[in-house]
C-alpha cells in the first residue's frame, strides 16, 4: 500500500462503476489490512458526477511512495472452513465464542419469495 502513497493516516475513498461490487471488495481488504480510513463512495461514481464532482483522466502524476504500511491485526473477522464447520467463529484477540450455524431448507417456491 505504501507504493500507492497510502499510509496509516490517509482517508481511502473506494467506489466503482459496478453497483458498489468491487469497492466493498476493496473497502472490506482494506480493512483488513488494518487501515481504519477507508469509506465507501454512495451512490458511486455516478452519483459523484451527478452531484458536480470533478473527475480527471489520463495517468496520474507519480509521487514518491511511501514508506511500507505496517502490520496491524486486521480490522474485521473471517472464519475459515474449520471453525465454519465446527460452529466456532475468532471473537477479539484470542477469545472464541460458539456460534451456531444453520442451515436453512426451504422449499424452492419460498426462495422465489412465493
Known amino acids: 500500500m505504501g507504493e500507492w502513497g497510502i499510509t496509516p493516516a490517509a482517508q481511502v475513498v473506494v467506489y466503482d462503476r459496478q453497483g458498489g461490487m468491487y469497492a466493498a471488495r476493496a473497502w472490506w481488504m482494506l480493512r483488513w489490512l488494518g487501515h ?3 469509506a465507501l463512495l454512495d451512490g458511486g461514481l455516478a ?18 511512495a511511501a514508506p511500507p504500511y505496517p502490520l496491524a ?7 475459515d472452513a474449520s471453525q465454519l464447520a465446527l460452529g466456532i ?3 477479539g484477540a484470542g477469545r472464541q465464542e460458539r456460534h451456531h450455524y444453520r442451515r436453512r ?3 424452492e417456491h419460498k426462495w422465489r419469495g412465493e
Open 89 to 91: 467463529a475468532p471473537r
Open 36 to 38: 481504519d480510513a477507508v
Open 73 to 79: 491485526a486486521p480490522r474485521v473477522g473471517t472464519v
Open 105 to 107: 431448507h426451504r422449499a
Open 47 to 64: 452519483a459523484w458526477q451527478a452531484s458536480g464532482g470533478k473527475v480527471e483522466s489520463g495517468e496520474a502524476a507519480s509521487r514518491p
